[in-house]
């Protein structure tokens, strides 16, 4: 089984649609995030959390808004889709512990696609 | 400011051949650096991270990169190509302490036969 799972892996909806996507870990980790990537821009933060009372938003965050239900689960959700939000998203985990460089782990992704 | 810029946004290689894929990174203090490899429909893995105690890092698969502070560049090589290292590689640099990274735009990496 995979250490980081996201859900759905493929999503195609309408504009002013709500969408929301899961994504469970067993690394155990504290930290989450969630990314988008676009072709050429590499990946993007959305958003992130330290623990389950810390979330923080990045770079991009204006049109999603994410929910962390437990340690283990982080979701991501846009309240009204836009096409330009059409992307592939990306959760990821790492270790609290910054003293040793500790990399992200991320999911397989999930692409989705706003008509 | 960090930022990282990966130098070659597609390289073509033969099987057998060398692989050099180049970022360059700026950073206001002694920085954190990583290359991933994605395959397609599949998630970014970890080929190898800078942690300041060697210069030169070995990853997975052959890979190794060249922390080179003068020229503020860590590029990415492979003595020999394989067929299954097509995929699209990313040179990130963390910024402050909550690891937060900043993504290059990536290089796709295409081996011939």
């Known amino acids: 089984d995979a250490d980081v799972t996201q859900t759905p892996r493929n999503r195609i909806t309408k504009t002013g649609k709500r969408i929301m996507l899961e994504c469970s870990q067993t690394?155990?980790?504290?930290?989450m995030y969630w990314y988008r990537q676009d072709p050429g821009l590499g990946l993007r933060l959305i958003y992130y959390?330290?623990?389950?009372?810390?979330?923080n938003k990045g770079e991009i965050s204006d049109g999603y808004s994410v929910s962390r239900q437990a340690q283990a689960k982080f979701s991501l959700s846009l309240e009204s889709a836009i096409p330009n939000q059409t992307a592939l998203y990306f959760c990821?985990?790492?270790?609290?512990?910054?003293?040793?460089?500790?990399?992200?782990?991320f999911g397989d992704g999930t692409r989705l696609s706003i008509l | 400011a960090q930022s990282v810029t990966q130098l070659d946004s597609h390289v073509s290689v033969s099987e057998g051949t060398p692989v050099l894929l180049r970022c360059n990174y700026s950073?206001?203090?002694?920085?954190?650096l990583f290359w991933y490899v994605q395959h397609p429909n599949k998630g970014l893995q970890l080929l190898l991270k800078?942690?300041?105690?060697?210069?030169l890092v070995k990853g997975i698969n052959g890979f190794e990169a060249e922390f080179k502070k003068s020229e503020t560049s860590f590029h990415l090589t492979k003595p020999s190509a394989h067929m299954s290292d097509a995929a699209e590689y990313f040179c990130?640099?963390?910024?402050?302490?909550?690891?937060?990274?900043?993504f290059g735009a990536g290089t796709r990496l295409a081996v011939h036969p």
């Open positions: 959390s330290f623990d389950v009372k810390d979330i």
């Open positions: 990821a985990t790492s270790d609290a512990d910054d003293r040793y460089n500790q990399p992200q782990h």
């Open positions: 990130v640099v963390r910024t402050g302490g909550y690891n937060k990274l900043i």
């Open positions: 690394k155990g980790h504290d930290r």
């Open positions: 950073s206001s203090y002694s920085p954190s």
């Open positions: 800078y942690t300041s105690a060697a210069t």
